[in-house]
């Protein structure tokens, strides 16, 4: 229903950043595991240590958000054993030792080797007070808008939508109504300005009094809707706990940006067509 504006869309670099209290609750592991010293598992005398398991788990952010590393442990033990087995076979089969593990070796070497060096730029530079310069400069061209708060119920006919606002003039409940008939799920609108909305049905919902129903349909390239306005108030800037992650990506998005820029301002590079003729522009 809203229009999908750019926001806050931006490609991001990957950092993983371990807590000390990863490194405590690490040794108490180290001490569960008794006799076996911190070992997960021996896999034909090989062993696989906790602090293996651990590091994979540190490292995906994701996971670690959602799921407890107990939980972890017990899911993937199985997962890291199946994997051992697997590069002891190609270890057997001298997998290591053909011309396209060289080769691919090179290439995961290049990729780790820019993948750290893009980790260690951004952790320098990505600080707060670059993120907090962001946000200031956010609210010096903050200007604030109308916002109106509204539902809606979504037909496809105007003559249905007409029915459903007849039955909201008998006193039907809305809600109701609407999880009968509306073809949009998203019934809550929340707040929006005029703009995040497409033009017909913003005229409507800003005509509209708090508490105010459309006693027509409103008609959209979506179909016909009846739209009930919650609540209407002038916009605030969102604080800056609820935007950090979006404003920490723009400044990242920056940095990298600069220092591409900047590695291709000092080096030396020549491009040549297909045809082997340089490249001139």
Known sequence: MKKRLLGFVITTVAIVVVAVASFVSFKVYNANAGASKGVAAYVNNEPIQINDIKQSYEDHQQIKEKVPFEEFYEKTLDVFINSRLVYQASKTAKIEETPEFKRQLVTVKEDLARKLYLEKIVEEKVTNLEIKKLYDEYLSKFESQKEVSAKHILTDSEEKAKEIINKLKKGEDFDKLASENSLDQAVELGYFTKEMMVPEFSEAA???????????????????????????????????????PQLKNMVTQKVVEELFNNLRTSAKIEKYSLEGEKITN
């Open 206 to 244: 800003f005509a509209m009094n708090k508490g105010e129903y459309s006693k027509t349909p409103v008609k959209t390239s979506f179909g016909y809707h009846i739209i009930w306005v919650n609540d209407a108030r002038a916009s605030q800037p969102i604080p800056l706990t609820e935007i950090e």
